[in-house]
Nanobody
C-alpha cells in the first residue's frame, strides 16, 4: 500500500489550502484514514480522521478551520485548511489503517508566511 500526499506549498495567512492524498488501493478498504502534521521541533500530531463509515473526528483545536473529506470515485482523501495561520506550518502526512497495519505517506510541506 502506498499513500501520496500533495497540495502543500507556500500560502499566505488567512488563505486556504486543500491537501490531497491518493492511495494505491481503494480508500474505502481502509478502516480509517487520517491527516497528521509535524511542525519543526514538535511531535507529529493528529489533525483529523475519517472512518470507512464516514464518521469524522478532529483534534480539539482543529475543528473550526480543518475539514477532512474523501472522494470515493476519485479515490482521494482531502484536507481543507481555511484561515491559515503561521502555526499551521508543518509537514502534513496522510495515514491509513487496515486491520493491524498502519500506512504513511511521505508528507507534503505547508508553509504559511506573508
Amino acid at each position: 500500500v502506498q499513500l501520496q500526499a500533495s497540495g502543500g506549498g507556500l500560502a499566505q495567512p488567512g488563505g486556504s489550502l486543500r491537501l490531497s492524498c491518493s492511495a494505491s488501493v481503494r480508500i474505502f478498504s481502509f478502516d480509517y484514514m487520517a491527516w497528521y502534521r509535524q511542525a519543526p521541533g514538535n511531535e507529529r500530531e493528529v489533525v483529523a480522521q475519517l472512518t470507512r463509515r464516514g464518521k469524522t473526528n478532529y483534534a480539539e483545536s482543529k475543528k473550526e478551520r480543518f475539514t477532512i473529506s474523501s472522494d470515493i470515485a476519485d479515490n482521494v482523501l482531502y484536507l481543507q485548511i481555511d484561515s491559515l495561520k503561521s502555526e499551521d506550518t508543518a509537514v502534513y502526512y496522510c495515514h491509513a489503517r487496515l486491520g493491524p497495519r498502519h500506512y504513511w505517506g511521505p508528507g507534503t510541506q505547508v508553509t504559511v508566511s506573508s
